[in-house]
């Protein structure tokens, strides 16, 4: 997505609100729990768009979460077309953003140098 073009930006903000109520509201397969859409990016000429998504468990649920999303692509793009005005709505191709999982991990590490948590390397430096 090109971040200069305001109009990209506003219609990736409004896909990812529309698509977060139709994921929590309207997809109804088990395979897909508690996901949260991290972001949208939109091709310029608005026929693709990328949706970042997240979720907690393990490699599996990802897995299935996954392959549930692009199984409702369809339906998602459908609903999608019925609540933009946008001459055609952009192919939906869903990806995991390990952001939020890097984050956290970074915070425990934090966490753990601050309250003197003793790590593999101090004890090879005595």
């Not at 999982?101 to 590490?109: D, K, M, N, V």
């Amino acid at each position: 997505m090109h971040r200069d073009l305001p109009r990209v930006r506003r219609v990736a903000d409004q896909i990812q609100r529309e698509l977060a109520n139709l994921i929590r509201l309207e997809v109804k397969d088990p395979r897909v729990g508690l996901v949260t859409l991290t972001g949208v990016e939109v091709s310029v000429d608005y026929r693709h768009a990328k949706v970042f998504f997240t979720l907690l468990g393990s490699e599996q649920a990802l897995r299935d979460t996954e392959q549930a999303l692009q199984h409702a692509g369809g339906f998602l793009r459908t609903q999608l077309s019925h609540r933009l005005r946008l001459r055609s709505v952009p192919q939906l191709h869903f990806v995991y953003d390990p952001s939020v999982e890097r984050g956290a991990r970074l915070t425990q590490l934090i966490d753990e140098a601050v309250h003197g948590v003793a790590s593999p390397l101090d004890e090879s430096d005595s």
